[in-house]
């Protein structure tokens, strides 16, 4: 029953493989083996319902996907991608208690695994819990302090709660390590635009504080221009800040090019 399990398996026909090893482990209850204990001495009990696990997330159907999946557990061996699996059957089923359990257990088991750590700070983010997303970003980065993906995600989150200062320094950082990474210079430039924007926001500050604006449009302008040249394709990223910009610094050639491709951008 497990090596026709296999079989079908490598065949990539999950139902059927599906059906042998849900009657591999189902021998185990039958009165007929009870004397063998098979679920506690029969070390392919468990892996027989890990693979049945991955048929039912290959099936996209909840119901198998989760049929054996306590058992699957006990398969020290696969037990991230397990959770893999079962953190995408409770998105399926938008039961994000559950959802949210499994991701948080999969990143303090496995913080390197790429997995769980950008669905654990998203999970965070989206509901604005900024702070318990940085400190998740704090926790990967103790255990690898130059990993682009977990500094990038704290640069971001830093943009987003608005401590523009801090994105920066992470930005710069990024931008050491590899000075050709996009997005590093995209959340830099924000970091200042943002800044300047929040400023106009409250004309009589913006009056007061005409030069500082000014210059912190400059700044942005060095990074987004960095981000364009790298990334040309992203134009919704990086096409509406430098027409602020271009509009602000009274740059007519460049302002003139910006408004053009917004202008296809819209059509």
């Known amino acids: 029953l497990y090596s026709g399990g ?3 398996l490598r065949k990539q026909q999950y139902d059927i493989a599906f059906q042998f090893f849900n009657k591999y482990i189902d021998c185990a209850t039958k009165p007929l083996f009870a004397l063998y204990h098979y679920l506690d001495n029969d070390k392919m009990i468990s892996k027989a319902a890990y693979w049945s ?4 997330y290959k099936l996209n159907d909840p119901k198998i996907t989760l049929h054996h999946s306590y058992l699957a557990l006990k398969d020290t061996s696969n037990y991230c991608l397990i959770l893999q699996y079962l953190s995408e059957t409770y998105l399926m089923e ?11 257990e999969g990143f303090q088991k496995y913080p390197t695994f790429p997995y769980f750590f950008p669905r654990l700070v998203d999970y965070y983010s ?4 900024f702070d318990k997303a940085l400190r998740v970003c704090e926790q990967a980065l103790a255990i690898d302090s130059l990993n682009m993906n977990f500094l990038f995600a704290k640069s971001t989150i830093l943009l987003n709660s608005s401590h523009y200062d801090k994105c920066l320094k992470v930005c710069d950082q990024l931008i050491a390590i590899n000075d050709s990474f996009p997005d590093a210079y995209l959340n830099a430039g924000l970091a200042y635009y943002n800044q300047a924007v929040e400023i106009e926001k409250n004309f009589s500050i913006a009056r007061k504080q005409h030069t500082k604006v000014i210059q912190l449009y400059k700044c942005a302008l060095t990074y987004l221009k960095k981000y364009k040249d790298l990334a040309p394709k992203q134009k919704k990223k990086w096409a ?7 509009l602000n610094l009274n740059m007519g050639k460049e302002f003139d090019t910006i408004d053009q491709i917004l202008r296809e951008m819209k059509n």
């Open 53 to 56: 696990v991955y048929c039912g």
């Open 6 to 8: 296999i079989y079908f």
């Open 94 to 104: 938008n039961d994000s208690v559950r959802y949210y359990q499994i991701i948080s």
């Open 240 to 246: 509406l800040p430098l027409y602020t910009i271009y």
């Open 126 to 129: 989206k509901r604005n819990l």
